[in-house]
């Protein structure tokens, strides 16, 4: 385990002084406080859960990454990356996570360890376990926050921009800063774990800073060459499918539900021409079509919800909504602020610098959603349309084509999805796979995003791929995961589910402007 705080320059200045043996060596110099990059000791903004039992400054450590905004300008100024460090096993490795979005802070990383002992010691057992809120997100300053409840680009850039270089707040300055991170803590050697946007930054991290990173897991698989928005509502119709799949394979849950994925497609359609009325923390409001899709699309992404989606869908076809989608909302909508919120200037910093600079033509959204059903494409379709009016107010800079093309890399990595994923499909980590030679895709038969996060299967796989990353992976049980779908008939059906753990995996999925949007 790394203890210390240094200055890459004292780093460097020790490597030119050489390994000789002297009975009387020079004291080594102080770091210095003005060098860019450096560390800071700092307290910690991470809401660190009580279930871990740690104490800054004894196991567990937090600090400031200072780095240029933009290393190519060196009096551009710096910038303030908050970090946390666990103590792990004693090597001179750790494990790093790097949170989705693109916009999450890295806080949720924490609840799944304090929530899980065999997470814990399956991220701390080569080494010590990092999270760094990543540049421009919520712990970490500056910190591209705009209002929540407004997805309005233009806005949120004109209040940015005076405090922030908005184009530097990219893939790869953050892989930059993440090999920055690595130097000045002292590891030889890191571990990547990034879910989602993280996916996405862990290979990028491959792709410019391989010569350091033991091994890689990609959860929820983001291609660097794929343009994801324009895939979402294909992505969702086929969690849809895959849920529907899993109830047909039941017959209990065939013979009470019958085909889902119809049943909610003309739900779509019903709401949006006669929208329900529901009840969230008390208060009446009106369920059009649209946002009903998006509620369902944000649902899937926890496995934890999987059991009850049935009766949702059904209920809300007979006009019910007290029994189970009423609570659901309750829950959904008052999610933990553990994740901090989004920061949406990121969000679009990352999406609009790098998938709509230039914007694609609209050939690449309609042949994504050729042969959909109408009402998934109107509805889902909105986070495409949005991010293409967005996009078009954001300041974005030079084009950077090189962050589009096919990572390439020799180590050692896991791809893995979710087979009800709704955003990063199975599909993602086969495309993925292509420039990687040390791959192996595993999805997880019923889980969502994250998956390696949602079943004691998921968590084994992380497990002994964190633990021999070149040896082959027994990932078999992938393939047998489980639905306990609740039945109609059921007195109290919401009385099953485990509140702490859909709330936490919904976490781990920081809600995109365009749902918020709609919820808003």
Known sequence: MRKFVVSLGALLLFAACGGDDDTNPEPEPEPDPTAVPRLEEAACRFEIPAEL??????????????????????DSGIIRLHYIQVDGADTNAATIYLDGGPGGNGNSILGALGGNEDVRAALLAGGDFL?????????????????????????????????????QYNTANNADDIEEL????????LNLYGISYGSRLALEVLRRHP??????????????????????????????????????????????????????????????????????????????????????????YSRA????????????????????????????????????????????????GELFNPAPGATVFEAATEGLPEPIVQALGASWYSLEANCANWPMGRPTPDLQMVVTSDVPT?????MLDPITPPLFGAIAKEGLVNAEVVNFANSGHGSTLQSDCGVQVLTDFLAAPNAALDSSCSES????????????????????????EIDRAPTPPWIRDRLS
């Open 131 to 167: 999270s760094i809120s990543q540049r421009g997100t919520g712990l970490s300053q500056p910190a591209l926050m705009c209002d929540q409840m407004n997805p309005d680009a233009s806005a949120c850039a004109a209040m940015l921009a005076p405090n922030a270089d908005l184009p």
């Open 305 to 352: 919800t999987y059991g009850i989606l049935p009766l949702v869908i059904m209920d809300l076809a007979e006009g019910r909504t007290d029994r189970v989608l009423d609570p659901l909302l309750d829950i959904f909508l008052g999610q933990s602020s553990a994740a901090g919120g989004l920061a949406q200037g990121m969000y679009y910093s990352v999406v609009c």
């Open 182 to 189: 690595r130097a000045l803590l002292g590891y030889d050697e």
């Open 211 to 300: 010569d350091h990173i033991r091994a890689a897991i990609a959860g929820g698989t983001v291609p660097a060459h794929v343009v994801w928005p324009a895939e979402t509502p294909a992505n969702f119709y086929s969690a849809l499918n895959a849920l529907n799949g899993s109830c047909e394979a039941d017959a209990a849950c065939l013979e009470a539900y019958g085909d889902l994925t119809a049943t909610l497609v003309q739900g779509i359609t019903d709401l949006n021409a006669e929208p329900a009325i529901v009840s969230v923390f008390g208060q009446q409001f009106p369920l059009d079509g649209d946002t009903y899709a998006s509620l369902v699309f944000q649902l899937l």
């Open 481 to 504: 995961l489980e639905i306990v779908f609740e039945m109609p008939t059921a007195a109290a059906p919401m009385a099953g589910l485990d509140l702490k753990r859909i709330r936490r």
């Open 53 to 74: 039992g740690l104490t800054q400054g004894e196991n567990v450590r937090c600090g400031d990454l200072i780095v240029y905004e933009n290393r190519d300008v060196l």
């Open 414 to 418: 896991l791809l893995s999805n979710g």
